[in-house]
């Protein structure tokens, strides 16, 4: 149990097009899911936390208008790169609080902007 | 502000030995809880093992084990018979657990493990 889901795995996209990165928990009911921004060889940032039905809150210096999270059920949230560019290039992943404190994560969206 | 530190970010070692990695971390916080994640090439999150600070024996699983000493505010990861599946990034983390199921994953820099056969 406790698996979480990212769609697409990996996105190429133009600059100055939007990307939408969908992230579910499979069977479970998530309370809260996390956004993260990972470059090659370092480790996981946060970028926020959305609560299903309330606002995303951004972890600073995180553009709110550039990364836009929809959380629209306890299944489901929406991870939307506006206007990307090439340094949005990352790797993106998201994860799911079940109980306990744990987390689970998907296996993260690979997004190249050209 | 809680912190964690991993000071080893490579390490390499021969297939069926043990490796230790290393941890520390900082907070004013006396309940807290500390894990230990696995990143494969995959680059999937894996759970290796959590420990809570609240128990005073160290947490095992399987080959996995950890060294948790609370005053000293340290949580190594040992890895028995190493094996080649194992080669990945480790990463450390820690959350305060306030209840409100939202609480954010305080994560190390990671230590690159690779194993040599």
């Known amino acids: 149990g406790a698996v979480v889901s990212q769609h697409p795995s990996w996105v190429i996209c133009k600059s100055g097009t939007s990307v939408k990165i969908e992230c579910r928990s499979l069977d479970f009911q998530a309370t809260t899911m996390f956004w993260y921004r990972q470059f090659p060889k370092q480790s996981l940032m946060l970028m926020a936390t959305s609560n299903e039905g309330s606002k995303a809150t951004y972890e600073q210096g995180v553009e709110k208008d550039k990364f836009l999270i929809n959380h629209a059920s306890l299944t489901l949230s929406t991870l939307t790169v506006t206007s990307a560019h090439p340094e949005d290039s990352s790797f993106y992943i998201c994860?799911?609080?079940?109980?306990?404190?744990?987390?689970?994560f998907g296996p993260g969206t690979r997004l190249t902007v050209t | 502000a809680q912190t964690v530190t991993q000071s080893q970010p490579e390490m390499s070692v021969q297939e069926a030995e043990t490796v230790t990695l290393s941890c520390t971390y900082d907070?004013?916080?006396?309940?807290?809880?500390l894990f230990w994640y696995k990143q494969p090439p995959s680059r999937q999150m894996i759970l290796v093992i959590r420990q809570e600070a609240y128990k005073q024996q160290n947490a095992t699983e399987n080959r996995f084990s950890v060294n948790f000493q609370k005053a000293a505010k340290s949580f190594s990861l040992k890895i028995s018979d190493s094996q080649l599946g194992d080669t990945a990034m480790y990463f450390c983390a820690f959350i305060i657990p306030w209840g409100f199921g939202n609480e954010k994953l305080t994560f190390g820099t990671g230590t690159r493990l690779t194993i040599i056969p």
């Open positions: 907070t004013s916080e006396n309940n807290y809880y």
């Open positions: 994860s799911a609080t079940r109980d306990r404190d744990e987390q689970y």
